[in-house]
């Protein structure tokens, strides 16, 4: 089974939190405080593993979460990062992030790729010692590691993309000019998924090809096979069209060539300038009306025209030096580049971090905001510098202005994450 598309979930870890800790030791009447730092959370690291083909086991687990850092101890003892979390997908995996569909990475390369950075450790009690503060008795959490779910999207990696119509003879070009052992039958859609084969002319003389499952007349709109592999074209640096100029079937041999490439525009507007050689097979079974009028055709359209015989092998070998020779004119295989937040979305991104909502419920003011959970908890509510940071938290976020508005007055219950106070003026 051939997947090349998955949604996933990913998460880093998050980080330790900061240790409250005094130093305590024989003879030492009263110790400072010594909590150290929590530990860094382990990154989600994305690494090409050319031993993969396809994407099948990311249908079957579909969650990824790193570790989190460990906590800080006492004796100013920072806590162990955690390990990253190495996921290994095939060479020419697209990662995009499912929300906003932009582009996080293109693991086409040998280096690894970081898409989700850890969380930094939480500080301990020891930063916090001031000459008018020399207890105190609150730490900070750990910071919350990047999450996202993303769309991984398989887009193989070939210089050379062949195209075509149902059993034009793609599946035996390729069987023939590389060691690649495609499934070969008189049938429509006898390839079900891409297949790779490796062109070699000689020493130090090769170029990777792809056979891609063949396009019918509607493909990029969902008709047939082809629309689910249009994207494996994409990184082709060169498309080598094959149409059966014999005509065999009943299609004419130019109708076919101008559907295919309509695909191909209306897919992407790149892909349809992309540089192409035509390759008229079945010349062995063509008449010479049927090929000079194809000829005249594909000459008027400005491209590299060759009569082949892939079931004969006739023709082969000079389409595939002309292949090659094209190929070194061309720049190398498209990566495609990660495609960061705009200040625009970063702005929004930091507002939706302090979006807060207020319910009342029998006399009850709720407060829900998702960030005040990291706030509360490095809180030593018995702590009176800690018990002032917490409430200028709710001022500055505007929780408290939110409150007065819906008429809260002193002695009412305020509720957040099943911590209740009183309301005080």
Not at 150 to 174: C, M, Q, W
Not at 255 to 269: G, P, T, V, Y
Not at 315 to 330: I, W
Not at 385 to 400: H, K, T
């Amino acid at each position: 089974m051939f997947v090349d598309s998955a949604k996933i979930y990913i998460k880093a870890g998050d980080g330790g939190d900061g240790c409250v800790s005094f130093h305590r030791e024989k003879y030492i009447a009263s110790g400072g405080p010594d909590g150290g730092d929590g530990g860094k959370g382990g990154d989600i690291v994305f690494v090409a593993d050319d031993n993969l083909s396809n994407l099948i086991d990311f249908r079957y687990k579909r969650k990824y979460v790193a570790e989190k850092g460990k906590d800080g101890s006492s004796k100013n003892c920072t806590g162990r990062n955690a390990p990253d979390l190495v996921v290994k997908v095939p060479r020419g995996t697209v990662v995009r992030e499912t929300e906003s569909g932009r582009i996080l990475a293109d693991v086409s390369g040998d280096e690894p790729v970081v898409i989700c950075k850890g969380g930094k450790g939480g500080r301990g009690n020891a930063h916090f010692a001031t000459s008018t503060r020399q207890i105190p008795r609150f730490a900070k959490p750990g910071f919350r590691g990047d999450e996202y779910e993303v769309e991984l999207e398989l887009k193989l990696i070939a210089d050379v993309g062949l195209v075509g119509f149902p059993n034009v003879g793609k599946s035996t070009l390729i069987s023939v000019v590389s060691a690649a052992k495609p499934k070969i039958a008189n049938y429509h859609f006898t390839t079900l998924t891409p297949v790779l084969g490796v062109v070699k002319l000689g020493d130090g003389e090769s170029f990777v090809m792809a056979d891609i499952p063949g396009l019918i007349e509607g493909a990029s709109e969902g008709v047939g096979l082809g629309h689910e592999f249009l994207r494996h074209v994409e990184r082709c640096r060169l498309i080598l069209h094959i149409v059966d100029v014999s005509g065999i079937e009943g299609r004419d041999p130019i109708e076919d060539f101008k559907a295919i490439n309509r695909e191909l525009e209306n897919f992407s507007e790149e892909l349809a300038e992309a540089p192409q050689i035509v390759a008229a097979n079945k010349c062995d079974m063509a008449t010479d009306e049927q090929k000079q009028r194809f000829r005249e055709f594909i000459t008027e359209q400005g491209l590299l025209y060759f009569e082949i015989s892939a079931a004969t092998t006739q023709g082969t070998n000079d389409l595939v030096k002309s292949v090659y020779e094209e190929l070194g004119k061309l720049p190398p295989v498209k990566r495609f580049e990660a495609q960061p937040l705009t200040q625009e979305e970063l702005d929004d991104k930091l507002l939706s971090k302090k979006e807060f909502s207020i319910t009342i419920n029998d006399g009850v003011y709720y407060v829900e905001a998702d960030w005040l959970w990291d706030v509360l908890r490095s809180c030593n509510m018995e702590d009176y510098s800690s018990l002032q940071y917490f409430q200028r938290v709710l001022r500055s976020s505007g929780i408290i202005d939110k409150l007065e508005q819906m008429g809260i007055k002193e002695g009412d219950t305020v509720n957040i994450f099943d911590f209740e106070f009183d309301f005080v003026e």
